[in-house]
């Protein structure tokens, strides 16, 4: 360790190294007081990021990649062994390309400040969530983040023309791609999208940007039966010539929680069964307004929405999307555990009904749920709890969410990842083949295993 430290230095200025207990003390966000490396190690190039991968495999040194360290998987927790990198302070914003329509960025650039940059120039980055404040692109990047605007835009994986990739012996594989069609031989960033940093350390990327939408029509609707959302989210996307952006829905246990925010009145009652947030983007306010307002009048005569509000400003809009990112309120249900699992819309009522009855028989009196999701992308977020803290009460939990999601041909992870959290229930989402072609991929990328070792696959495999 102490010629590790000694080379380190020898590299980095005194803010690029952070040792000891002031390592330990940094608030390692949402892995919650997980981490225990000691040492951080903050490049500001990708130069740099090169040496210390180089220095730290000849050593066979873990280095586990931190972003914002908003993920929600414990990917970049860091055993007391590991060597964290820090990405924070490679956040530049390199170029905007407005004719090209196209972000140049380090990895460390903050999601918020890429969205707003895009904007100024008339210009937007589509992959949004309730953490921009404090995620990174690179953590976008490992993650494959999807968010709210995945049902018109896709997820990040759909945003990224080039990357450079730190590999884990330290070559630089620059791969910065700006062009939308680039077909000579295998797209290499699609190797790194989505590897939560086992594969490759993100240093810079070439993000995809799409033209500023001027009119924006958002409404929260209430709505009494679950088959009626799927009629709505359907109608949506028929009626609505493709301005749908979003169709998030929230569950009433959701609702009752993330709607009480102080001095904000509650849009709509609590106690509806079901609550969606339907969005529409386009560029002629007048006709998009009313093409919007058209639609929740038929719906809203046809039955399938019981009460509904319309936002009237930006500000009203914000209020209905804050309900929708408040999930921090769930901490009310504390000790929680929280699930990000797709599968069709068709399967979900069944489902949650199926998981809901095991829950009450195991732990009648402490069960509690919320419900919330991109309805719109299969997508939802479980919020359980059976009031224990204990890590095999937890695994008992996990189980009943995943074996009864298995046999109904869902993803133990829509959006959020693998990481530590959910890498024992991987073989639950892909088959043997797959995971010996995963195993393999490591292996050649980074045969000594210094890449955020256990996380995604076992450290062994
Ligand atoms: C309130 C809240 C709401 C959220 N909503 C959503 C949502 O709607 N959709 C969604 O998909 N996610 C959501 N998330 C999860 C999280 O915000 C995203 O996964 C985000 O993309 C992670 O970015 P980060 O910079 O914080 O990465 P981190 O948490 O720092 O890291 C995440 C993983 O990526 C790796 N990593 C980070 N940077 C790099 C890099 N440069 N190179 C290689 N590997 C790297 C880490 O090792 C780790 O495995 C939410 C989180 C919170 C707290």
Redesign the pocket.
Known sequence: MTALLDELRKLLDSGGLITGEEARERED??SMGLSQSRIIVRPKTTEQVSQILRICYEKNQPV?????????VQ??VAGPNDLVLS?ERMSAIEEVDKVGRTMTVQ??AN?QVVQERALEQGLMYPVD???RG???I???????????GVIRYG??REQILGLEVVMADGRIISSMNSMMKNNTGYDLKQL?IG???TL????RAVLRLRTRLSSESCALVAVDDFENLAVLLSLAEGELGGRLSAFEVMWNSYYEKASQRESHQVPLPVGYPFYALIETAGSEQQQDSEAFQCYLERCLEKGLIVDAVLAQSGAERDNLWAIR?N??SMFALWPLSIFDISLGIEQMQDYLDDIAAQFSLQWPDSFQQAIFG?LGDGNLHLVISVGSEDPAVRHQVEDIVYSTLHSRGGSISA???I?LEKRDFLHYSRNDEELALMRLLKQSLDPKGVL?PG?LLSAAE
């Open positions: 966000g949402w586990v990649t931190q972003g914002g360290k908003t993920g929600m990917g970049c990405l990895a460390g999601m969530l309730g953490a404090s995620a990174t690179g953590g976008n990047v490992a993650t494959n983040a999807g968010g709210n997820m990040t790194f590897s939560e940093g490759g350390i993100v240093t990112d999930v921090e991109h959006e959020h990842g990481g955020n996380k």
